[in-house]
Nanobody, 125 residues
């Protein structure tokens, strides 16, 4: 499975941005697809996840109420709609997927087998 993340860019604080994670290769039948982010000088952290069976969503507390993760089955794409962006949201955003992720580990990057290349989001204040 190849994952292609896109949609990053420069946005003013308070503005919106939508990231896309398109899956290529095999059928997009992973159990979870997630977004992580890595700010300059910091570790990569969980942002949001989508469970394909049932459509459940999970969010980090820092983005809850501002970010929405969703899917388009036909396009094999998962989106991350980001609203009311803050300067602290500035980071490289990575999408990840995995067929063997379990719910208790969905916020852990080591649980995911496949990763996209990352897309940079810069929020100016």
């Amino acid at each position: 499975v190849q994952l292609q993340a896109s949609g990053g860019g420069l946005v003013q604080a308070g503005g919106p941005l939508r990231l896309s994670c398109a899956a290529g290769g095999q059928t997009f039948n992973n159990r979870y697809t997630a977004w992580f982010r890595q700010a300059p000088g910091k570790e990569r952290v969980f942002v949001a996840a989508f469970k394909w069976n049932g459509g459940y969503t999970y969010y980090a507390d820092s983005v809850k109420g501002r970010f929405t993760i969703s899917r388009d089955n036909a396009k094999k794409t998962v989106y991350l709609q980001m609203n009311n962006l803050r300067s602290e949201d500035t980071a490289v955003y990575f999408c990840a997927a995995g067929p063997s992720v379990i719910q208790s580990a969905l916020r852990t990057e080591t649980a995911y087998a496949y990763w996209g290349q990352g897309t940079l989001v810069t929020v100016s204040s």
